[in-house]
């Protein structure tokens, strides 16, 4: 699966993105869907991800309740929106489909496809 993410940028801290990430190439509704982001000198870490159905979903402690992640099936599409952003929460995001179908993992292992990656800047 292809999957090119979007919606990065430059915000204030305390602001808001919404990051887009678009799949092709195989039965996006089958898997589950997941951010990730990687911060100069860190290891890349799990944000959130959302099974198959849209049914769960789970997410870092350090953005629980400012980030949520959502998916539109039809249009093959996964969202990420981010509130009160924290000059922390600046990094590289990205998206990451399921290596297999309908099954729910939040470790980078448990991902087999990747996008490009979108960059997001929080200026304090």
């Known amino acids: 699966v292809q999957l090119q993410a979007s919606g990065g940028g430059l915000v204030q801290a305390g602001g808001s993105l919404r990051l887009s990430c678009v799949a092709s190439?195989?039965?996006?509704?089958?898997?589950?869907m997941g951010w990730f982001r990687q911060a100069p000198g860190k290891e890349r870490e799990f944000v959130a991800a959302i099974t198959w159905s849209g049914g769960s979903t789970y997410y870092q402690d350090s953005v629980k309740g400012r980030f949520t992640i959502s998916r539109d099936n039809a249009k093959n599409t996964v969202h990420l929106q981010m509130n009160s952003l924290k000059p922390e929460d600046a990094a590289v995001y990205y998206c990451a489909a399921g290596k297999w179908p309908t099954a729910v993992g939040t470790s980078q292992a448990d991902f087999g496809s990747w996008g490009q990656g979108t960059l997001v800047t929080v200026s304090s």
């Open positions: 190439g195989r039965t996006f509704s089958r898997y589950t």
